[in-house]
T-cell receptor, first 113, second 110 residues
Framework: KAGVTQTPRYLIKTRGQQVTLSCSPISGHRSVSWYQQTPGQGLQFLFEYFSETQRNKGNFPGRFSGRQFSNSRSEMNVSTLELGDSALYLC????????????FGSGTRLTVV | GIQVEQSPPDLILQEGANSTLRCNFSDSVNNLQWFHQNPWGQLINLFYIPSGTKQNGRLSATTVATERYSLLYISSSQTTDSGVYFCAVNYGGSQGNLIFGKGTKLSVKP
């Protein structure tokens, strides 16, 4: 079966712009979680969506938002980009989102200049 | 919140050597997983191991939940084992979301 697909793989944006990242989960998976990975902070949880509803949100400013569509595909949006938003953004899909059975995508590497 | 600490932060091995990676956590957990991040950034799940011991080929893992630590053993290491190994936990307060350690960066030299 197809894995978790994240697009685009690489992205370069300018400070102040906004960006939208996409994640297509494994077929049948209803939970999509997003994580930010930086050299300084490591892997940090952003938010989790299940059946189009945000169930959990990490400790990130309101500039970070997301949504999930009826086909379980998810998007995350970052507005008013800052240099510190440069990171690898990973999404993971699972059947139930209980922390077990995650499959991660290859990530989107965002560079803010 | 819970603290997840991994050691060592960096490890350099010659091909064929064995290694042990450690993960300590500061509170009771619902589950614990080990991941390998490949050079392309993808996280690959190695073990789901809230307690006990599991083996998969040259890799094995042991979690002693009562003492709040887990160990990942890599035997007869190969260059393809290089990458970063993460321990991640889920506990009551995290509501299903994973709390990751900082990782151990493993470099296996030919």
């Amino acid at each position: 079966k197809a894995g978790v697909t994240q697009t685009p793989r690489y992205l370069i944006k300018t400070r102040g712009q906004q960006v939208t990242l996409s994640c297509s989960p494994i077929s049948g998976h209803r939970s999509v979680s997003w994580y930010q990975q930086t050299p300084g902070q490591g892997l940090q949880f952003l938010f989790e969506y299940f059946s189009e509803t945000q169930r959990n949100k990490g400790n990130f400013p309101g500039r970070f938002s997301g949504r999930q569509f009826s086909n379980s595909r998810s998007e995350m949006n970052v507005s008013t980009l800052e240099l510190g938003d440069s990171a690898l953004y990973l999404c993971a899909s699972s059947l139930s989102g209980t922390g077990v059975g995650y499959t991660f995508g290859s990530g989107t590497r965002l560079t803010v200049v | 919140g819970i603290q997840v600490e991994q050691s060592p932060p960096d490890l350099i091995l010659q091909e064929g050597a064995n290694s042990t990676l450690r993960c300590n956590f500061s509170d009771s957990v619902n589950n614990l997983q080990w991941f390998h991040q490949n050079p392309w950034g993808q996280l690959i799940n190695l073990f789901y191991i809230p307690s006990g011991t599991k083996q998969n080929g040259r890799l094995s893992a042991t979690t002693v939940a009562t003492e709040r630590y887990s160990l990942l053993y890599i035997s007869s290491s190969q260059t393809t084992d290089s990458g970063v190994y993460f321990c991640a936990v889920n506990y009551g307060g995290s509501q299903g979301n994973l709390i990751f350690g900082k990782g151990t960066k493993l470099s296996v030299k030919p």
